[in-house]
């Protein structure tokens, strides 16, 4: 089953602990992204990889780092969690091909920082 | 500056009522996705739009893109409480493998039997 997964789902910790979400794809996908969902803005991506170790800043990095050492893995760390990083966290992996163009999200992960 | 703007926010129906849910945006997009959302959960891919003026049916659901691909719009037909969730369109920029998703601020769904 095509399948994107998240560690852990929830996660409540305080300001300044470093914590790492874990995410891994089944689909031998070279696109992967880490997006954060907060009520009024939607989702917004924060970092995206096109392939083992090419990784970018998407459009909220500050505070997060990612690391794409193999392709079906690709972490979120957050060094120096502040409360404003409290949110609901997704990874995706997608797929182009042609006209085609699919992306699938994990689960989430709801992370509050205290 | 949010490019995608969807309308309604929230919309409460009764079961079997039709309804519509709209996306716009000043930007042309190369393609237009619909996902939904169901509590406790990742998005979930409904449709991929590419062509301007294209109507893609998926049962009792109709989704077209504008003919300038600066819009779309999400038809439901006889609502079920099945279809409740969070739709959120995502238009496609940029071409090639640098294509960027911008995903809209989602239209609440309340579906009631």
């Known amino acids: 089953e095509a399948q994107v997964t998240q560690n852990p789902r929830y996660l409540i910790t305080v300001t300044g602990k470093k914590l790492t979400v874990t995410c891994s794809q089944n689909m031998n996908h070279e696109y992967m992204s880490w997006y954060r969902q907060d009520p009024g803005l939607g989702l917004r991506q924060i970092y995206y990889s096109m392939n083992v170790e090419v990784t970018d800043k998407g459009d909220v990095p500050e505070g997060y780092k990612v690391s794409r050492k193999e392709k079906r893995n690709f972490p979120l760390i957050l060094e120096s969690p502040s409360p404003n990083q409290t949110s609901l966290y997704f990874c995706a992996s997608r797929h182009r091909s042609g006209l085609l163009d699919t992306q699938y999200f994990g689960p989430g992960t709801r992370l509050t920082v205290l | 500056t949010q490019l995608l703007e969807q309308s309604p926010q929230f919309l409460s129906i009764q079961e079997g009522e039709n309804l519509t849910v709209y996306c716009n945006s000043s930007?042309?997009?190369?393609?237009l996705q619909w996902y939904r959302q169901e509590p406790g959960e990742g998005p979930v891919l409904l449709v991929t739009?590419?062509?301007?003026?294209e109507v893609k049916k998926l049962k009792r659901l109709t989704f077209q893109f504008g003919d300038a691909r600066k819009d779309s719009s999400l038809h439901i037909t006889a609502a079920q409480p099945g279809d409740t969730g969070l739709y959120l369109c995502a238009g496609g920029l940029g071409g090639g493998a640098t294509n960027k998703l911008i995903f809209g601020t989602g239209t609440l769904l309340a579906v009631q039997p």
């Open positions: 739009v590419v062509t301007g003026g």
């Open positions: 930007s042309v997009f190369s393609s």
